[in-house]
């Protein structure tokens, strides 16, 4: 009887966490990218509104005039366990890659998805028109840079 009920217990725990995978949110499975539009990410009332408004307004070339805004829907791969990771911009149409600038924002230390909305970037802070750029989120650990979403945008 002891073995019955223990082989009942672990099927019931493996089924309960098998199903919790399963039903994990999508937002989970964007971790370690960052959407990137021109038009502000709002609040949602679902997941499957947000994925459907995130699939509408993604894009990965920026046109502008030397001044660009840049609306972000950032999915950490993992929580940062900081107060604060930095949105970095590589131009990456130069070899090595060059960073040209980046933003500090605040976190939650246990927080896996951040918007923001509304990043002014322009050619006095660096930026060229028709190169390409690696948007990072990231922080400095230990001396080195720990990368937890990225994606690669071009400014027209």
Request: charged residues 20%; proline residues 3%; hydrophobic residues 40%.
């Amino acid at each position: 009887m002891q073995r019955v009920r223990h082989f009942l217990l672990t099927g019931f725990l493996a089924a309960t966490v098998f199903g919790a995978l399963t039903l994990a949110p999508r937002a989970a499975a964007a971790g370690g990218r960052i959407v990137v539009s021109d038009v502000e990410f709002g609040s949602y009332a679902s997941e499957k509104e947000m994925n459907a408004a995130l699939k509408k307004q993604a894009k990965a070339t920026f046109k502008g005039g030397g001044s660009w805004t840049l609306n972000m829907m950032v999915f950490l791969g993992a929580a940062t366990g900081g107060s604060k990771i930095n949105i970095v911009y590589y131009d990456v149409s130069k070899h090595p890659p060059d960073q040209v600038n980046f933003t500090e924002v605040g976190v939650k230390p246990d927080q896996k998805i951040v918007q923001l909305n509304g990043q002014a970037i322009s050619s006095d802070m660096g930026f060229v028109k028709g190169h390409k750029y690696e948007v990072r989120a990231t922080r400095v650990v230990g001396g080195k840079e720990k990368v937890y979403a990225k994606t690669t945008i071009t400014l027209k």
